[in-house]
């Protein structure tokens, strides 16, 4: 009996100490990424680490004005609006489109959105760097905007189908037959009823536009670059200054903390239902 | 035909395409484009004239180059690396949290964060990690007596570096899905296995395990062409250095593009890799077609 009862309890704590591990482990560097940023140049360079200190912005102004971030992050956020904006819009267009219609060569468009997910970017990067620039739009923001928005669109197609298939027709067909369009009946109907779903299609798209790298680093100058772009940058010089790298790092991130702590359920579903439904 | 009628027939296309010319023009042109200039040769400096056709040239070049396969085994050996550990991870974390557990939401709010927060960011972060002086994991193990190591600039070490990083942002991705996966099954099936009379393991290796054998593959699918598509902890953190030791495919492609100036045989290293990332999705794709 007894024997039984312990057993359970001592497979109960391990089982809280591993996971307590794994949530260590994984708070861990971003722990040191944002205490870092808040140290001194002398504390952030000091072994042993310093634990108690008193924080300080010393990083994020200097970098911020003195060393020109704040040009790209404006940039990054530009980028990342115009580029969710525009890329959920045009996917929900499309999504409709494949709900609800029945044409020629659907079965194609279908499993060519899933296919086109999977295109890495690294494979653009070249035909994007000598296409773009020979129609000048090699160093803008517009012409990154566009590439961000073609890497985005297949995901947002065909997250955002998935969504509509489950809406019951019947409700847009009341609505037609109460006078409704069919063209109307997309945003005054269909829209709202998708709101959760072109949320998370946002936070996804938000989130690449805000966070990619390589296509952003040959598709734009120093005028036009973004945050990570910049980071990158801020490595390749000796000595690397760690008080401020990490400073920018956290301003990266932010929108990352923002989306888990607020959204994180609603995340965990979106990533899950593509493998789950399978 | 009236206009109403006309425009009821066009209105599926008026509404794809939008999507349509952005994907042709964004997606599928340069991709083409560039399966295209790999049979050109063209070098950044003489970019102002047109490429010269070369054939299958770049790509007998790349059979006989030293430096592309070793790139293939690095890719190779990184993409086994991750694959292993994070499945094996993640089943493990799933196995353990799939029952009710107190603040199961707060762990699984902690274990998105990794994934949510930009590659160059956690390659930045573990890069001041690894530094060899300053760094907090030769600190760590300097309290428990283990030499300090040079975890970045050593041959033998890099990859496994880089390796370790992977496993620590994605391996929470596994997790999720996989235990979604399992807190799918449903409890009849559970419940039936033990009534015959099944202890913990044979549960796990006769229910559990088979039912959520598609998912694992599906998982893995998604790790492995993510793998793939992967440049930038590379890039931040080792830059294929020291030597070769960590210059993936994806990273072999660039550094040949804008470091040896020469676009036609970086866009023949591009094809290479779309080909194996078409490779690792076939299992995905024939599941699909064949119906069940």
Known sequence: ?278 | MTLRRCLQRLTPYLFLTPAMVVTGLILVYPVTYGIGLSFFSWPLREFSKPPKFVGWGNYLELAGNEYFYTSVKVTLIFIGGIMVCELLVGLILALLLEDKMRGLRVFRTIFILPIMIAPVVVGVVWRFLYDPTYGMINYLLGLVGIEPKMWLSDPSLALVSIILTDIWQWTPFVFLILLAGLQGIPQELIEAGKVDGANYFQNLIHIKLPQIRSIMGVTAILRLTDAFRGLEVMYVMTFGGPGMSTQILSLHMYKTAFIGQRLGLASAVGVVLLFFMLLSLLPLLLRRASPR
């Not at chain 1, 039984?4 to 591990?21: E, N």
């Open chain 1, 1 to 278: 009996m007894t024997n039984w009862k312990t057993r359970r309890v001592v497979a109960k704590f391990l089982r809280y100490m591993a996971v307590g591990i794994a949530a260590v482990l994984s708070l861990f560097p971003i722990f040191v990424m944002v205490t870092t940023s808040f140290k001194t140049r002398v504390e952030a360079f000091s072994i042993p680490p310093v634990w108690f200190f008193v924080p300080t912005l010393e990083n994020y102004i200097e970098v911020l004005f003195t060393k020109n971030f704040l040009r790209y992050f404006i940039n990054s956020v530009i980028v990342g609006f115009s580029t969710t904006v525009l890329s959920v819009m045009i996917g929900a267009l499309s999504a409709y489109a494949l709900a609800r219609f029945k044409f020629i060569g659907k079965r194609v468009v279908v499993a060519s959105t899933l296919l086109l997910r999977m295109v890495p970017p690294v494979i653009l990067v070249i035909p994007m760097f000598i296409l773009w620039n020979k129609v000048g739009l090699g160093s803008s923001r517009a012409g990154l905007i566009i590439a961000y928005i073609g890497l985005t669109l297949p995901f947002n197609v065909w997250l955002l189908r998935a969504f509509i298939d489950e809406i019951p027709v019947e409700i847009e067909e009341s609505a037609m037959i109460d006078g409704c369009s069919e063209i109307q009946v997309f945003p005054a109907i269909v829209l709202p009823l998708i709101k959760p779903a072109l949320a998370v299609a946002s936070v996804f798209t938000f989130r690449t536009a805000w966070n990619e790298f390589i296509i952003s680093l040959v598709l734009s100058n120093r005028y036009t670059r973004t945050l990570p772009v910049a980071i990158s940058l801020y490595l390749t010089e000796v000595g690397i200054e760690w008080g401020q790298i990490t400073a920018i790092a956290v301003i990266i991130a932010i929108p990352a903390f923002f989306f888990t702590f607020v959204a994180a359920k609603d995340l965990i579903r979106g990533l899950t239902a593509g493998a789950v439904k399978g």
